[in-house]
């Protein structure tokens, strides 16, 4: 494939750390977790993820750890979104089907009761077993 059909990122998340200068003078660094949309994400792909299920699909994003994994609640997904937990759980759904998350449902293994589910963003990139 030449580099003018090679196809390029259109959401990516990065994870890393940063070094900075403010304007003081003063150096520092922060680890930092942050989700990026190019300009190639609103032609190809925000069609697909358009009104609430953008918005659960960026509060999940927005929740990821170092090792691309997140666990919000749906009542946390539900709160941040503004939507009702029927409208997350068929984002999900649907986020699910169309291959934008992989999600495995999380059990105590003290108590046998359910915990959130763990969420991993582009489950075809690499495999996906939860936290």
Not at 97 to 108: E, H, M, N, T
Request: with cysteine.
């Amino acid at each position: 494939m030449d580099e003018l059909t090679k196809p390029e990122p259109t959401i990516t998340i990065f994870n890393g750390h940063e070094y900075y200068v403010t304007d003081t003078g003063e150096t520092n660094s922060r680890s930092e977790v942050s989700v990026r949309l190019s300009v190639r994400f609103r032609e190809a792909q925000l069609r697909q993820l358009k009104g609430p299920i953008l918005g659960v699909f960026v509060c999940i994003a927005l929740h990821i750890n170092e090792k691309g994994l997140a666990w919000p609640s749906i009542k946390l997904i539900a709160h941040e979104t503004g939507y009702n937990k029927d409208t997350v759980c068929k984002c999900l759904a649907k986020l699910e089907r169309r291959g934008y998350i992989s999600r495995v449902q999380g059990i105590d293994g003290e108590t046998g009761k359910f915990r959130s589910n763990t969420y991993q963003l582009f489950p075809k990139s690499r495999r996906f077993k939860g936290k």
